[in-house]
């Protein structure tokens, strides 16, 4: 399995430190075969050590340049990050990232060798127009995205779903990673959205689920290593 935690806009240096040093204390009952990423905001990134990947849960496609307020591969290979969160619904959402857009940094990263998670999801009224308008929303999300590519790992987190405390349910989530891995030829799918110690039994045992991106869960290092060592 997967767990990766992604922290949004919280958690500052110093707190992301000391997290760390948590983490990898409950790490060492960890089953070998699992994976943990961790995405700290941007200001905390750094080399840490142990048996996690730290990621970045942004950074313009570019090496650097003359783009005020982002980060690049120039700050990134500082700290050795190789793995990146592309397309969450936040920032296709806040930061009016399109689809154009996604694809274009998708592109560049792979072509730096990057281990991408790629976000994709539906908003609550295309769920409630039903399964095929679910299917052809989330297809859609793979426009310009080279599906073949071998560090790609995919999280479907539909947006209702996200920081509500609402996770889907069984049912929609195994029906959904079903039709979705037959559509990425068995990529690792990851589940994102109101992820939690209570329910991550029942979402790990759901086949087709390889893992799951935790946002509100995971910023307490008690909360996400429960769920890693579940
Ligand atoms: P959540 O966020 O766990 O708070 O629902 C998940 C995500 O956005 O990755």
Not at 5 to 11: E, G, I, L
Not at 131 to 160: H, N, R, S, T
Not at 178 to 204: C, W
């Amino acid at each position: 399995m997967i767990y990766a935690a992604n922290f949004k806009t919280n958690h500052t240096r110093k707190s992301t430190e000391n997290y760390i040093v948590e983490l990898n204390e409950k790490l060492r009952a960890k089953h070998p075969e699992d994976k943990v990423y961790i995405f700290p905001p941007a200001t905390a990134l750094n080399d840490y050590e142990g048996d996690f990947t730290i990621g970045t849960q942004n950074a313009y496609a570019a090496h650097n340049g003359a783009y005020t307020g982002e980060i690049g591969l120039e700050q990134l290979d500082e700290f050795g990050i190789k793995t990146i969160l592309i397309g969450h619904s936040e920032r296709r959402e806040y930061m009016a990232e399109t689809q154009e857009k996604a694809a274009a940094k998708f592109s560049f990263f792979q072509k730096q060798d990057f281990e991408i998670i790629y976000c994709i999801g539906e908003p609550l009224e295309i769920r409630e127009k039903g399964f095929e308008a679910v299917m052809q929303y989330l297809l859609a999300q793979f426009e310009g995205i080279d599906i073949g590519y071998d560090k790609l790992i995919v999280a479907y987190e539909p947006i209702w779903a996200i920081g509500t405390g609402r996770s889907a349910t069984v049912e929609e989530i195994s029906t959904t990673h079903r039709a979705l891995k037959k559509a990425i030829n068995d990529k690792p799918l990851l589940y994102g959205g109101s992820v939690k110690p209570a329910n991550i039994k029942e979402i790990t045992s759901i086949a087709g689920v390889d893992g799951v991106l935790v946002g509100s869960a995971s910023l307490d290092v008690e909360s996400f290593s429960q769920m890693v060592l579940s």
